[in-house]
Nanobody, 126 residues
Framework: QAHLVESGGGLVQPGGSLRLSCTASAFTLDYYSIGWFRQAPGKEREGVSYISSTGGSTNYADSVQGRFTISRDNDKNTVYLRMNSLKPEDTAVYYC???????????????????WGQGTQVTVSS
């Protein structure tokens, strides 16, 4: 079974909001950093946001800075991505992933993550 499962995607109008959830199974989320990625048709997989194991450090892609907020609830083994002021350019399949336990200068490279969910579709359209 998948270690991570995403939920909360759907169809929303421009300017609307969604909250995505990423829930872990088969491992405890507490000691792992988690990233959100997205992939649109014809595009490369893009790092969206990142949160450290304790929640003390977060990062965002420039394209979502100020609109998206990442958070975590380790008691529920879940990481969230609150998405506000959504734009058509945000349309993509969104994935959460567990980061490998080694240091890296850049949080947003997909190859640094070792466990992935199956993704949830977010469509922003009128």
């Amino acid at each position: 079974q998948a270690h991570l499962v995403e939920s909360g995607g759907g169809l929303v109008q421009p300017g609307g909001s969604l909250r995505l959830s990423c829930t872990a199974s088969a491992f405890t989320l507490d000691y792992y950093s988690i990233g959100w990625f997205r992939q649109a048709p014809g595009k490369e997989r893009e790092g969206v946001s990142y949160i450290s194991s304790t929640g003390g450090s977060t990062n965002y892609a420039d394209s979502v800075q100020g609109r998206f907020t990442i958070s975590r609830d380790n008691d529920k083994n879940t990481v969230y991505l609150r998405m506000n002021s959504l734009k058509p350019e945000d349309t993509a399949v969104y994935y959460c992933a567990r980061r490998r336990n080694y240091a890296s200068p850049y949080w947003g490279y997909w190859g640094d993550y070792d466990s992935w969910g199956q993704g949830t579709q977010v469509t922003v359209s009128s």
